[in-house]
Structure formats: C-alpha cells, structure tokens
C-alpha cells in the first residue's frame, strides 16, 4: 500500500459501532417535553377527576350514598343502562358486519361506506340529535306515521336509542377494520379449502383473532353510550325521571345548585372513565403478549 492511501485510509473516520439513535436531544430537552405532558396531563385530567370525587364526598359517605337512592337518580341510572344494553350489541353487530366486509372483500362503494362509518365523528351530537328531531317529529318525515300507530319515538327510550346508537356505532367498526385487514384472509381460506363452511370459519378463525380487539372496542362503546350528553340531551325532552339519563340529570342538579349530588351522580361516569382505562390497558397488554408470543412463534 502506498504512503498516500495509508494516509487517506487513516484519515477516514471510523464507522461507529452501533447506529446513532434518531433521537439525539439532551437530558434537559428530554426532562422538560417530560415535565410539560404531566403538567398537562395532571391540570387537565387527574385535577378534574380528584374534584369530582372530593366535591361528591364533601358532605360525607352516607349523604353521598343517599343521593343514588332518589327516584329521579335510581330511574336516570336504569334508564342510562338500558339505553347502552340496547346500543352497545347493535353496534357489536353492525361492527362485526361492516368491517368483515371491507377488509374482507372488494364491492362497489366500499370507499363510500368508510366515509359514512367515520360520518358521526364530524357531526356535531346535537346536530344528530335534530337530524332524529326533524325525521321523527308529528311534522317530520316518519312522524306522522308513527302517531297515528301510537308509536313515540322522540322524548322516550326509542329516540334516546336511536341518537346513542348513531354516536357510538364507528367504535367498533373503526377498531376492527385495520385489525382484519392486517391479518388478511390466508387463515379464512385455509379453512374453507378444508371444508369449514363461512360460519364456522368465522367462529373458529376469524373472531379468536380479533377477540382483544373486540372487547376493546366494545368496551369504549360503552363507555360513550353511558356517557353520551349532546345528542340524548336533544331527543329526550329532559323529562325527569322517565328521560333523563345519567349525564342528563347530572346537568338538572347542577342547574338547581344541588353541588354535592350532581358531583355524586358525575363520580358515577368518573369511575366509569376510570375502570374503562384500567381495562383498557389490560386488554392492550393482553393482546401485545399474544402479537409477541405470535412474533416468537
């Protein structure tokens, strides 16, 4: 070798043993981004939650208690149970159809039905709450025909079913889709190629795959129809004690100056909020173990 390209060899730097990480700020840059998100996270998440529940048990735990025995709050937490015990399966179901279908197949207007799955996440609650208003009033486009039936849809468990199921059904659609299409269709068809028929192929295949992610979505399904204030508050006509759900007489209570009962009943939906993300979080944990143990495997 020569003397120049032994220099020039010399010369050139080392390559380093291990790849340079992409994130390259300093301690100080890192602890500061840190100390915003939980000043942020504890101002406008954990402060909110800690005053519900303080203001709820101001006055002690059997007033606290006493709240739930009122009529008006026992018939506001049936009436809120019923309503999700409704909508909750007829999204599962529509959910479970809907992304079978796209992620599945290929058809005309498949892009067209995404765009309507995601339609309630751009549309305002209240505004889904008059469009039921404008169809189902004695004005409306099938209001007449459902007086002259006897049949009440607004101001009564029909039409608070009906807005609640339009505000929750992209929960679990928009959760399973992605999740199907990532698992594709080999294991569907390797069951058909072995004489499964369609429904035992989705009983057996398709749905322990999506299993984690169906609970999940579920779950946040649930959580949103409990909790649901815009759309019910429209169609319900805020009739105390037959039409008022949790949210809604949480509002009636608050309007009366009733502090410590509103903050009662709203500790109800905050331990909703809180029980939903610690089962959340299991279900993530669960269903990252079983990708890894896939990974290994």
């Known amino acids: 070798m020569s003397e120049t390209a032994a220099a020039t060899f010399a010369a ?24 915003i998100a939980i ?31 009122e ?13 999700a015990a409704i909508a909750v399966p007829f999204n599962l179901v529509f959910g479970i159809a809907a992304s079978w279908a796209i992620a599945k ?18 549309v305002s609650p209240v505004v889904s709450g008059l469009i039921y208003v404008l169809v189902f009033s004695a004005q409306g486009v099938f209001g007449a025909f459902f007086v ?3 049949i009440q849809i607004l101001f009564a468990l029909p039409g608070i079913v ?22 594709g269709t080999a294991e569907e068809e390797a069951a058909l190629t072995l004489g499964a028929s369609g429904l035992w192929a989705f009983l057996t295949v398709t749905l322990p795959n999506i299993r984690w992610g169906l609970l999940y979505s579920v779950l946040l399904c649930n959580a949103r129809a409990m ?31 009733n502090f410590v009962a509103a903050f009662a009943v709203a500790s109800l939906l905050a ?3 809180l029980v939903t993300l610690l089962i959340k979080s299991i279900l993530e944990w669960r269903y990252a173990g079983e990708l890894a143990a896939g990974g290994r495997h």
């Open 12 to 35: 050139a730097p080392a390559k380093p043993d291990t790849p340079r990480s992409a994130v390259t700020e300093g301690r100080a840059v890192r602890w500061t981004l840190t100390a």
């Open 39 to 69: 000043v942020f996270l504890a101002l406008f998440l954990v402060l909110p939650l800690a005053t519900v529940f303080v203001q709820a048990l101001s006055k002690g735990f059997e007033t606290y208690i006493a709240t739930f025995r």
């Open 71 to 83: 009529p008006d709050a026992l018939s506001a937490v049936r009436l809120t149970l019923i309503v």
């Open 105 to 122: 197949f290929e058809f005309a207007g498949k892009s067209l039905l995404v765009t309507l799955i995601d339609l309630p996440f751009s």
């Open 148 to 150: 002259q039936h006897g």
């Open 162 to 183: 009906l807005a609640t199921i339009f505000v929750t059904f992209p929960f679990v659609a928009r959760e399973l889709i992605p999740l199907m299409q990532e698992q």
């Open 227 to 257: 909790g649901e204030f815009g759309a019910v508050s429209v169609v319900s006509g805020h009739i105390r004690g037959l039409t008022n759900t949790i949210p809604l007489h949480v509002e009636i209570l608050y309007n009366e100056y």
């Open 271 to 273: 331990g909703l909020a």
